[in-house]
């Protein structure tokens, strides 16, 4: 396994290392700047050293490489043409630079004119599609997909026209599947302990009300119906149980990288909400991520910050009454399948990969961008909130029978096999 954080993945040290990565710091800043979304080039100058040399009898799969390595680091790594795998998690794979699916479908005939980028880089995409064409036939890239929606996408694209594009959806870490205390349990620690945030690392990265409030004076419009002194509030969970343990709350959970972040649609679940329904009283909501959002006086809402600990994050998600997802676009939806496997039920959107992480049996799917339905479901959900149990635990089952370790490992393991067979 070789990634930047462990250093088993370095830049050469030096003048060159530095060179290069002022350079690729620059032209990631250019794209930026001249862009109307999230583009990453794949032209970086920067090399990286492996911890262990890559040799021609090695299989390397690349994975979450977007925006730190690009066709000059690859060409160094590979330079002794082992086999290469190459799974998509987002189009960046199979598009001009494009990081998110918005609707654009000019991959289609090689990223022409890329609608984001502003003058003079309108043609930039296009090069960049022409580099990745022709790096993949050069190593002979072996394209694999992390979902069924995903593997569709890329055979549209060029790039892997009449190419089998097998599907290896993501690992669910054991911490999330593992049977755990009952969350009335979960909820009696989280009192002893002092709240949700009690550990340090967490706490110093959760929001407290003095910034919630500087962040919503400066972009809630002025006359809106968003009060900017809610106190939206960091510190723990109310000491009664949610409404699912008979208790007094309903506890509803959304996440995201970054809250602010349009794609998720947290902001704009909130500035839908219907406060005067009486379902929004009783509910606590639980939001795990950096930033801030607009939140409507008078509801409750939990800012917990960025959550490092897996450990820590399948404690909160086996305390919540349901986890909703916002999302206008998921190319599969890990939150979503991890608050599952607690035994949590989820209300998402259906768009691009999420239907394939949704439980068929216990979570439920909207119309992507239906807002109304969404509260309507949630609203129904709050009515007939699920006690834990059997119903819950078969959630859990039915997440670690489809991606465990060892399901996926022996998918992976078929798809190699399969791939090199052929050539």
Same mark, same amino acid.
């Given at each position: 396994?070789?990634?930047?954080?462990?250093?088993?993945?370095?830049?050469?040290?030096?003048?060159?290392?530095?060179?290069?990565?002022? +350079?690729?710091?620059?032209?990631?800043?250019?794209?930026?700047?001249?862009?109307?979304?999230?583009?990453?080039?794949?032209?970086?100058?920067?090399?990286?050293?492996?911890?262990?040399?890559?040799?021609?009898?090695?299989?390397?799969?690349?994975?979450?490489?977007?925006?730190?390595?690009?066709?000059?680091?690859?060409?160094?790594?590979?330079?002794?043409?082992?086999?290469?795998?190459?799974?998509?998690?987002?189009?960046?794979?199979? @598009?001009?630079?494009?990081?998110?699916? #918005?609707?654009?479908?000019?991959?289609?005939?090689?990223?022409?004119?890329?609608?984001?980028?502003?003058?003079?880089?309108?043609?930039?995409?296009?090069?960049?599609?022409?580099?990745?064409?022709?790096?993949?036939?050069?190593?002979?890239?072996?394209?694999?997909?992390?979902?069924?929606?995903?593997?569709?996408?890329?055979?549209?694209?060029?790039?892997?026209?009449?190419?089998? &594009?097998?599907?290896?959806?993501?690992?669910?870490?054991? &911490?999330?599947?593992?049977?755990?205390?009952?969350?009335?349990?979960?909820?009696?620690?989280?009192?002893?302990?002092?709240?949700? &945030?009690?550990?340090?690392?967490?706490?110093?990265?959760?929001?407290?009300?003095?910034?919630?409030?500087?962040?919503?004076?400066?972009?809630?419009? @002025?006359?809106?119906?968003?009060?900017?002194?809610?106190?939206?509030?960091?510190?723990?969970?109310?000491?009664?149980?949610?409404? #699912?343990?008979?208790?007094?709350?309903?506890?509803?959970?959304?996440?995201?990288?970054?809250?602010?972040?349009?794609?998720?649609?947290?902001?704009?679940?909130?500035?839908?909400?219907?406060?005067?329904?009486?379902?929004?009283?009783?509910? @606590?909501?639980?939001?795990?991520?950096?930033?801030?959002?607009?939140?409507?006086?008078?509801?409750?809402?939990?800012?917990?910050?960025?959550?490092?600990?897996?450990?820590?994050?399948?404690?909160?998600?086996?305390?919540?009454?349901?986890?909703?997802?916002?999302?206008?676009?998921?190319?599969?939806?890990?939150? &979503?399948?991890?608050?599952?496997?607690?035994?949590?039920?989820?209300?998402? +959107?259906?768009?691009?990969? @999420?239907?394939?992480?949704?439980?068929? +049996?216990?979570?439920?799917?909207?119309?992507?961008?239906?807002?109304?339905?969404?509260?309507?479901?949630?609203?129904?959900?709050?009515?007939?909130?699920?006690?834990?149990?059997?119903?819950?635990?078969?959630?859990?089952?039915?997440?670690?029978?489809?991606?465990?370790?060892?399901?996926?490992?022996?998918?992976?393991?078929?798809?190699?096999?399969?791939?090199?067979?052929?050539?």
């Amino acid at each position: 396994m070789l990634c930047l954080d462990d250093g088993s993945l370095a830049p050469p040290e030096g003048l060159s290392g530095r060179v290069n990565g002022r +350079f690729d710091w620059a032209l990631s800043g250019a794209i930026h700047l001249r862009s109307r979304g999230t583009m990453l080039s794949f032209h970086r100058r920067q090399i990286w050293t492996p911890e262990v040399e890559i040799g021609a009898d090695d299989i390397v799969h690349l994975h979450s490489i977007t925006g730190f390595i690009g066709e000059r680091g690859l060409r160094h790594l590979l330079r002794k043409r082992p086999r290469v795998f190459w799974t998509a998690h987002n189009p960046w794979l199979f @598009t001009g630079g494009c990081v998110a699916y #918005a609707g654009c479908d000019r991959f289609e005939s090689g990223c022409r004119r890329c609608p984001l980028l502003k003058f003079p880089l309108e043609r930039w995409s296009r090069w960049e599609f022409l580099v990745k064409a022709k790096f993949w036939q050069e190593f002979d890239v072996r394209p694999i997909a992390n979902s069924e929606w995903m593997a569709a996408m890329m055979r549209r694209s060029p790039l892997f026209e009449g190419v089998d &594009i097998p599907v290896v959806p993501p690992i669910v870490d054991e &911490i999330f599947t593992a049977k755990a205390d009952s969350r009335k349990e979960i909820l009696r620690r989280i009192a002893d302990d002092g709240g949700l &945030i009690a550990d340090s690392a967490v706490g110093a990265k959760a929001l407290d009300a003095g910034r919630v409030r500087q962040w919503n004076a400066e972009h809630i419009p @002025t006359g809106s119906s968003l009060d900017s002194s809610t106190p939206a509030t960091s510190h723990s969970l109310p000491v009664t149980a949610p409404k #699912a343990l008979g208790g007094s709350r309903f506890v509803v959970g959304l996440s995201a990288r970054s809250l602010t972040d349009q794609g998720k649609g947290i902001d704009q679940f909130f500035a839908r909400l219907p406060v005067d329904r009486a379902f929004v009283k009783e509910t @606590t909501f639980v939001l795990i991520g950096d930033g801030g959002v607009r939140v409507p006086a008078g509801v409750d809402c939990r800012f917990l910050g960025h959550i490092d600990s897996p450990t820590r994050l399948a404690e909160i998600y086996r305390s919540l009454d349901l986890f909703v997802s916002a999302s206008a676009m998921e190319t599969f939806g890990m939150a &979503i399948l991890e608050a599952q496997a607690c035994g949590t039920p989820v209300v998402a +959107f259906e768009t691009g990969g @999420t239907p394939e992480a949704v439980c068929p +049996f216990a979570s439920r799917l909207v119309p992507n961008g239906n807002f109304p339905e969404l509260f309507r479901v949630v609203e129904e959900m709050f009515d007939v909130a699920r006690s834990e149990g059997e119903k819950n635990r078969k959630l859990a089952e039915w997440v670690a029978a489809k991606h465990s370790w060892q399901a996926i490992a022996e998918t992976q393991i078929k798809t190699y096999s399969s791939l090199l067979n052929r050539g």
